[in-house]
């Protein structure tokens, strides 16, 4: 009897991890999430971690800029979120049960450092139009 609840339970964590997995959306809203943040820390000093947070451009930009960059392995039970920013692959995130972790604070650092020179590029279109 022990066996078979224990039977059932691994087939329901198992199937609570199938159905639950994250995708790429979900991946690159947390590291969108986790890149606003940081550039909010980082800009925190000058008053700009408002902009930064309030701005829904600025956060659309963040978001389709990680869209662009992240790519997402599916395993069934858990995801991989990884990134090519320096032509090799370094994995960003984990996703498993309906969660994503975001780490490799390094890369994340240079993902908000391209979307910063990004949104200066930008500024500057803007001024010449």
């Known amino acids: 009897m022990k066996k078979l609840i224990g039977f059932v339970l ?7 991890l199938h159905t ?3 995708d790429k959306d ?3 809203e947390a590291l969108s999430e986790s890149i606003a943040q940081m550039l909010g820390e980082k800009f925190n000093h000058s008053g700009l971690d408002n902009i930064i947070t309030d701005s829904p451009e600025l956060q659309s ?4 800029l ?3 960059l992240v790519n997402v ?13 320096t032509g090799e692959e370094q994995v960003v995130s984990i996703g498993i049960g309906g969660h994503v972790f975001t780490f ?3 890369i994340v650092q240079q993902g908000a450092a391209i979307m910063h020179k990004g949104n200066e590029v ?3 279109l803007k001024e010449k139009l």
């Open 10 to 16: 691994f087939i329901a964590l198992i199937i609570f």
């Open 20 to 22: 639950s997995c994250p």
């Open 26 to 28: 979900q991946h690159t």
């Open 61 to 64: 930009f963040i978001q389709d």
């Open 66 to 68: 990680g869209y662009a």
């Open 73 to 85: 392995d599916d395993y069934y039970l858990f995801s991989i979120g990884k990134i090519n920013l």
């Open 104 to 106: 490799n604070d390094k």
């Open 122 to 124: 930008l500024q500057n």
